[in-house]
Nanobody, 125 residues
Framework: QVQLVESGGELVQAGGSLRLSCAASGGTFIFTEHTMGWFRQAPGKEREFVAALHWNAYYTDSVKGRFTISRDNAKNTVYLQMNSLKPEDTAVYYC???????????????????WGQGTQVTVSS
């Protein structure tokens, strides 16, 4: 059974930084065969795409230049480095994994096969 476990969320002041981690495990899960993504959901809002990475990285416009997605294939872990945080970045952040297919739209949550439980990021003003 595939598990994605996020960590690193916490309360931080505006302008600060956080690094989220997501460790993947599971007997038949091959990390390098999956695109890894980060989504977030703020209270009362729909889940939205933040970033994704297979060979190339993709970001939603609101985080470009502030967030960086990376992966360590040896550790089966994906990271989201978040700098210059804003109160509007407050949300539960979810890690997701989707079997790589160039025809998939990795900004669409429906194109991911596995999800983590989420980690809370709160940015105070």
């Amino acid at each position: 059974q595939v598990q994605l476990v996020e960590s690193g969320g916490e309360l931080v002041q505006a302008g600060g930084s956080l690094r989220l981690s997501c460790a993947a495990s599971g007997g038949t899960f091959i990390f390098t065969e999956h695109t890894m993504g980060w989504f977030r959901q703020a209270p009362g809002k729909e889940r939205e795409f933040v970033a994704a990475l297979h060979w190339n990285a993709y970001y939603t416009d609101s985080v470009k230049g502030r967030f960086t997605i990376s992966r360590d294939n040896a550790k089966n872990t994906v990271y989201l480095q978040m700098n210059s945080l804003k109160p509007e970045d407050t949300a539960v952040y979810y890690c997701a994994a989707g079997y790589f297919n160039p025809r998939r739209d990795y900004s669409d949550a429906a194109d991911y096969d596995y999800w983590g439980q989420g980690t809370q990021v709160t940015v105070s003003s």
